[in-house]
């Protein structure tokens, strides 16, 4: 006990807590608890039951009700503790219940039934994180297509945006050409246009070119990101020229530079663009909103979104597959959070 | 499309992580195989192409692709959007639409009184205008308090570090839908939050049917979803600044309280007004997090600027693409004065470093 309560103290080489640690201490578990806590609510009441989710105040654990099967009766009878006049209690499944009054049986003796007021009895609940809710979600909702979709979405996007922006960033670093400052220029120019200001001019692009209704609509516009060229060549920049030169010398071809050389030592700076990529591929909704409108083509994003249009009271389900959305961008992020929170940390600022 | 999300600034890039190890120094194994052979073939394809342009205008081969996209679906679309701006009907291809000159704008601007929204021809119009700028204000002003007092504390030397780090930045990664719908679960009728109030004696409170309260609500649930991307970004200029700084002060008598004042905050401001910038410009463009959330509603009380120009163009009745267009001008307008403003405070933040 000693030891942890020195280890918990220990902090700045001073051997006790001073004020500002406490505080320091309280603020970050405040924050666990709002940062943290809305998700954990989440994933527990998306193992709740219908009947559960309508109860208030919400129980903080998924309970069930539990059930038992008697001779004579088709479904299982819920099962309660029932007060008696003389005081015991005993365990009792509801056959119906009338009014105010409800007829029980006990399970061992079937044949007598007990009629007992609807305020003496208890439900008998237990916690059972149920699945029911993610097997008819995944049913209802076309769950897998829309995964797909969104695996097909971010992975190929993905790829095209490391290549295409990698390209172009290895000509803006590398080389000396006629237009080379007009092109960087322009690129980071748009860094800050977002698409919601050329929207409807980018929509008919898209139709015109006939991918309106096509993954492909999705993929390709968004891929010549300014951030990802700009990201690249600020990498590259510091790939020493010699290094080029003593390959060219080896009679090596720009291609095979670019491949061998250049690929392998921007790895660092191409892991980072690749996450933020997925990031934005997977969470993007406005532009798959507008390009997809036959439900079949939907990602996960614009899926939930119109399941949550469709069945409004549908709680049970709508939390299950919100789980499932989150799911592998979480999974992305518990394995690669050091490189995310140093990227944005390195990118966005220096 | 436009993903800027991790804006660079800097002119130098930091290294990003030197724990992945050199392809050279791994022994070659099947997927190294295949790569060469890929680059052999790339080779043989590539080399005529390389003998007539000769080595420097091979630059152009490779920025080829990524302008092209850029072209298409970037630049392209810039200019056409003045086209729409300045044309009318319900046309989506520019060739069948009219010229009309200034219209759209002026039935934008077609107001008696241009406080009252209830007096403008495009009442919604100017309603998401209020909106947006109470949004913006109010948002962005939360938003960099709390990212500064939570980078502040994660600046400490404290245990869990990195843990609380994550914490705080795992918002981040949530889509707008999830942050919407994980809220709406929470904020409903028989919800979390009116469970407690109830238990603390309080009534419940219809937090998504009054207006004011879901204005706040989209005010604080964005604050929630986007703190952590800029609590890392002060956190990474806190952690810049030098450390002798702090023990010079102290040696030389001066408060904790002296030293934020003194030497954090000055050295901080260039970090800061980057982050205000950036926070600005993102909550111009709220929009994502408030379709699934209260989809503009109760009536207009949470519509801001870039769900108008996606109603006018996307949802409504008609198709009025001139109209959108042209408040989609005028938004940009907005944008690029704000980036001018970003440029220029980095720039001076260079300089003076």
Do not use: H
């Not at chain 1, 951030?227 to 090596?252: H, K």
């Not at chain 1, 530079?257 to 990031?279: D, G, W």
């Amino acid at each position: 006990m000693n030891t942890i309560a020195q280890y918990l103290t220990r902090t700045k080489g001073n051997k006790r807590l001073s004020l500002t640690d406490v505080i320091t201490y309280m603020y970050l578990t405040l924050g666990t608890i709002v940062m943290f806590g809305p998700v954990i609510w989440l994933v527990l009441s998306s193992f709740k039951t219908t009947q559960q989710l309508v109860r208030f105040p919400p129980t903080i654990l998924p309970y069930r009700q539990e059930s038992v099967t008697v001779e004579g009766y088709d479904t299982p009878l819920d099962l309660y503790n029932v007060t008696m006049e003389d005081g015991t209690v005993r365990q009792l499944a509801q056959v119906r219940r009338v009014g105010i009054e409800a007829q029980m049986i006990d399970p061992a003796n079937p044949e007598e039934i007990i009629r007992v007021n609807i305020n003496q009895r208890q439900p008998i609940e237990s916690v059972v994180f149920s699945l029911d809710n993610y097997i008819t979600g995944v049913e209802q909702f076309n769950f897998w297509q829309y995964l797909w979709n969104s695996i097909v979405v971010t992975a190929l996007a993905t790829i095209l945006t490391l290549i295409v922006n990698s390209m172009a960033a290895f000509a803006l670093s590398k080389y000396q050409f006629r237009g080379r400052n007009a092109i960087f220029l322009v690129t980071i120019s748009t860094l800050m246009i977002p698409l919601s200001v050329i929207l409807i001019p980018v929509f008919l692009v898209v139709t015109e070119i006939g991918w309106n209704n096509n993954l492909i609509g999705v993929i390709v516009p968004g891929a010549a990101t300014p951030t990802g060229v700009f990201l690249l060549r600020q990498y590259m920049l510091t790939i020493p020229d010699e290094l080029l030169d003593s390959a060219r010398i080896d009679g090596a071809s720009e291609w095979r530079i670019y491949l061998q050389i250049i690929l392998p030592l921007a790895r660092p700076a191409l892991a980072v663009l690749a996450i933020f990529s997925i990031m934005w591929r997977w969470n993007d909704f406005l532009w798959p909103l507008i390009v997809l409108r036959r439900s079949e083509l939907f990602t996960l994003q614009v899926g939930l979104n119109s399941f949550q249009g469709e069945l409004q009271t549908q709680w049970n389900l709508i939390l299950a597959m919100t789980v499932l959305t989150l799911l592998p961008i979480t999974a992305v992020f518990a394995f690669l959070q050091k490189y995310i929170t140093t990227g944005i940390a390195t990118t966005g600022m220096k | 499309m436009f993903y800027s999300r991790g804006c660079p600034v800097s002119r130098t890039t930091a290294p990003l992580g030197t724990s992945i190890s050199s392809p050279a120094t791994r022994p070659p194994n099947l997927i190294q195989f295949l790569f060469n052979g890929f680059v052999d073939v790339i080779d043989r394809l590539m080399a005529p192409l390389q003998n007539r342009l000769g080595v420097q205008r091979m630059a152009y081969i490779f920025v080829l692709p990524n302008l092209l996209i850029f072209g298409i679906f970037i630049i392209l679309p810039m200019i056409l959007n003045l086209s729409y701006a300045f044309t009318g009907s319900t046309e989506l291809f520019p060739a069948d639409r009219p010229f009309i000159g200034g219209d759209n704008f002026a039935r934008l601007f077609e107001c008696t009184n241009f406080l009252d929204p209830n007096t403008c021809r495009e009442d919604v119009y100017w309603r998401a205008i209020y909106n947006s700028t109470a949004f913006v204000i109010v948002q962005v002003a939360f938003m960099v308090i709390m990212a500064l007092i939570s980078a502040l504390a994660l600046n400490r030397k404290i245990i869990l570090r990195a843990f609380f780090r994550s914490v705080f930045f795992y918002p981040v990664l949530l889509s707008p839908v999830v942050v919407a719908l994980i809220w709406k679960w929470i904020l409903q009728q028989d919800g979390l939050l009116n469970a407690v109030i109830v238990s603390l004696g309080g009534t419940r409170v219809p937090f998504l049917l009054s207006a004011d309260w879901a204005r706040l609500w989209v005010i604080l649930i964005s604050v929630w979803a986007q703190m952590g991307f800029f609590t890392l970004i002060l956190l990474a200029g806190l952690q810049a600044i030098p450390s002798e700084l702090y023990e010079a002060a102290s040696i030389d008598g001066a408060s904790p309280w002296a030293s934020f004042w003194k030497i954090t905050l000055p050295l901080l401001t260039p970090t800061m007004t980057v982050v205000l910038v950036l926070a600005l410009i993102r909550a111009v463009q709220v929009f994502d997090q408030v379709v699934p959330f209260t989809n503009g509603g109760p009536g207009t009380a949470t519509t801001y600027m870039v769900q108008y120009i996606y109603n006018t163009g996307f949802t409504n009745q008609t198709r009025e693409y001139g109209l959108a267009a042209a408040a989609s001008v005028l938004m940009a307008l907005i944008l690029f004065t704000l980036t001018i403003v970003q440029l220029r405070v980095t720039r001076a933040g260079q300089n003076e470093a």
